[in-house]
């Protein structure tokens, strides 16, 4: 009599759990929805105080609007870890921790601003300072290279080049045209880029 033992048929009608605040379908629901979150509170505060707050009370306000934007960034950097948008070499790991890394300065920098620490006199501060226009030209730049990876399908390629563009478009409108300008072009842009980017990553499936 010959006696055989076969492993327990797999259960094809038990899903795998997905992880928590996410579902199967959109995994990518809560990190587009910090983004967009984060870039409509900073529109909204810069829309009031403007793009050079004056006075404690609005340089908080400021401090903690764009803080919680820088922190939508760390959520769509780490969608862009999570789904290989920039290619799945070491160069593109090497940027997506860079990036992750310049960021993590440019909020403390926006903590010191906040917390009315920053002193321009010294170095250290200056050197603090700078992380906020350099993280997001590194994103200007993270968002032409998903675009040529085409990795991202369909309107979700190309939009992180349009909203990533924030810098590069406003701070050459403001040395040409001025506040107003500036002030006007630096909003309606974080609604239409980094708002919108929110909505497409939250709704990307894999």
């Known amino acids: 009599m010959t006696i055989q033992h076969s492993p327990a048929p797999a259960r094809s009608d038990v899903a795998t759990a997905a992880p928590e605040g996410t579902s199967s379908r959109h995994p990518y629901a809560v990190h587009g929805a910090v983004l967009t979150a984060g870039a409509l509170a900073w529109a909204a505060t810069m829309a009031v105080v403007g793009i050079d707050p004056v006075g404690h009370a609005d340089e908080l306000a400021y401090s903690i609007a764009s803080g919680l934007f820088q922190v939508g960034l760390l959520f769509l950097v780490r969608t862009l870890w999570r789904t290989r948008a920039l290619g799945g070499g070491r160069v593109a790991r090497f940027v997506l921790r860079a990036e992750a890394v310049a960021i993590g300065l440019a909020i403390?920098?926006?903590?010191?601003?906040?917390?009315?620490?920053?002193?321009?006199?010294?170095?250290?501060?200056?050197?603090?300072?700078?992380?906020?226009?350099?993280?997001?030209?590194?994103?200007?730049?993270?968002?032409?290279?998903?675009?040529?990876?085409?990795?991202?399908?369909?309107?979700?390629?190309?939009?992180?080049?349009?909203?990533?563009?924030?810098?590069?478009?406003?701070?050459?409108?403001?040395?040409?045209?001025?506040d107003t300008a500036a002030h006007v072009v630096a909003v309606v842009h974080l609604v239409v880029g980094y708002a919108v980017l929110g909505l497409l990553v939250s709704r990307k499936t894999d």
């Open 108 to 178: 403390g920098s926006t903590a010191s601003d906040g917390l009315g620490l920053t002193d321009f006199d010294k170095v250290q501060y200056v050197v603090l300072d700078a992380f906020w226009p350099l993280s997001m030209l590194g994103m200007f730049l993270i968002g032409i290279r998903i675009a040529i990876a085409g990795r991202w399908k369909g309107l979700s390629r190309v939009w992180p080049m349009v909203a990533e563009s924030w810098a590069v478009v406003v701070i050459p409108t403001l040395g040409i045209f001025g």
